[in-house]
């Protein structure tokens, strides 16, 4: 995995280089992430909903039927109630952004396949491409962290990981994703 991460663009943005693995690597957890999601990224973006008077209320909102956290431990981390200790507003809350926030992260996770090449290779984001990436990256860490039940104790993990072992290669993957969200950060700010 590259030492280096990303780099700041003078005038705003930021740039890395990825090898074909890494590509390749980085390409498959956001699709993975996307899929969890309940978005095939292989297929076209669906059609906005909008210009068509006629649509319903619920269609121009994309409210969602569904009120309760997710059983997915994963997408419970991902789509977390807003509202913990009241299970009623949590439910009403989640009926009307749930839609939103997956839609929000399959946009992110569409642009990270578009500004990244399957083949590897340089990368230049704008200011804003780089915040959609900081997103994108942030749900492939929590994704994974909580498949590998990564706690804050980094020194832990990266112990757990030396030791080798099933989550070995997860580990040092989740090690990479932070270094590449953490040079993100410094390049754009």
Known sequence: MPATGFH???GGGATARFAAGEAELLRGLVSQVAELLGEDLAAPPPAAVGGDPAASLEELIRLSENSSLPTDPVLARLLP??????????GEFRRYTEQSLRSGKVAAARTVLDTLP???GRIRLTGEQAQVWL?????IRLAL???????????DML??????????AGLWVYDWLSLLQETLVEAVW
Not at 135 to 139: I, K, P, S
Not at 145 to 155: F, N, P, S
Not at 159 to 168: T, V, W
Request: glycine share 12%.
């Open 8 to 10: 700041a663009i003078r």
């Open 81 to 90: 109630d807003a509202y913990p200790d009241d299970h009623d507003a949590a």
């Open 118 to 120: 399957a083949g590897g």
């Open 135 to 139: 997103r994108a990256l942030n749900d």
């Open 145 to 155: 962290g909580v498949r590998l039940e990564i706690t804050e104790d980094r020194d």
């Open 159 to 168: 112990e757990r990981a030396s030791r080798g072992g099933q989550d070995a």
